[in-house]
Nanobody, 128 residues
Framework: QVQLVESGGGLVQAGGSLRLSCTAS????????MGWFRQVPGKEREFVAA????????SYADSVKGRFTISRDNAKNTMYLQMNSLKPEDTAVYAC?????????????????????WGQGTQVTVSS
């Protein structure tokens, strides 16, 4: 059974940093594209960042570009999201996602429909 578990969320002041982790188990292959999405109440889940199987290709939403860094350690079946210079508008539930098949093209998919597996999410709150 595929499972994605996020950790690392919390409360931080504006300008601070957090690192989210997403640990995969149950059949997530290292060749699968993985990504981070976020959602606030009343709004649709939005794309944050994606990473290919090797980590050599990444994609970011314009709103986080230059502040967030996505990475992965396939040996640990773990993906990370380093979030720096956090802003109150970054407050959301952050969820990790994984495709269910190998993907080797670019650009990396940013739409929710591409991803087959989802974690429960972790709350990130940025105070002003």
């Amino acid at each position: 059974q595929v499972q994605l578990v996020e950790s690392g969320g919390g409360l931080v002041q504006a300008g601070g940093s957090l690192r989210l982790s997403c640990t995969a188990s149950g059949g997530i292959a290292s060749t699968f594209v993985m990504g981070w999405f976020r959602q606030v109440p009343g709004k649709e889940r939005e794309f944050v960042a994606a990473i290919n199987w090797s980590g050599g290709s990444t994609s970011y939403a314009d709103s986080v570009k230059g502040r967030f860094t996505i990475s992965r350690d396939n040996a640990k079946n773990t993906m990370y999201l380093q979030m720096n210079s956090l802003k109150p508008e970054d407050t959301a539930v952050y969820a990790c996602a994984s495709a269910g098949r190998s993907f080797y093209s670019t650009p990396l998919p940013t739409t929710r429909g591409f991803y087959d597996y989802w974690g429960q999410g972790t709350q990130v709150t940025v105070s002003s």
